[in-house]
Nanobody
Framework: QVQLVESGGGLVQAGGSLRLSCAAS????????MGWFRQAPGKERTFVAR????????YYADSVKGRFTITRDNAKNTVYLQMNSLKPEDTAVYYC?????????????????WGQGTQVTVSS
């Protein structure tokens, strides 16, 4: 088990940037692939980005590719999501999650640990 706490959300104008952080407790952070998901009001939670255990492989939803970057620092037990060129349709609660599978990188399957979420609001 790993506990996850997201931070860095907020209100930003379209075209702006935010960096989300997800701090993990426990000594086994580096053994988990990490993902970011988001959920807009009235919609399902959807995949945003994933990074494998070493940080060598990353995966993105088509809607954020080229604008968002996922990274991790295993020494700090933290995963980040740098979000640039934000659009109003990026407005959602963003969740980080530990687990998942590199065989199905865009699936919610296998993510056993979730944070509480952080709100991102992009105004037009």
């Amino acid at each position: 088990q790993v506990q996850l706490v997201e931070s860095g959300g907020g209100l930003v104008q379209a075209g702006g940037s935010l960096r989300l952080s997800c701090a993990a407790s426990g000594r086994t952070f580096s053994s988990y692939g990490m993902g970011w998901f988001r959920q807009a009001p009235g919609k399902e939670r959807t995949f945003v980005a994933r990074i494998n255990r070493s940080g060598g492989n990353t995966y993105y939803a088509d809607s954020v590719k080229g604008r968002f970057t996922i990274t991790r620092d295993n020494a700090k037990n933290t995963v980040y999501l740098q979000m640039n060129s934000l659009k109003p349709e990026d407005t959602a609660v963003y969740y980080c999650a530990a687990g998942g599978s590199d065989s199905f990188p865009r699936s919610r399957m296998g993510y056993d640990n979730w944070g509480q979420g952080t709100q991102v609001t992009v105004s037009s």
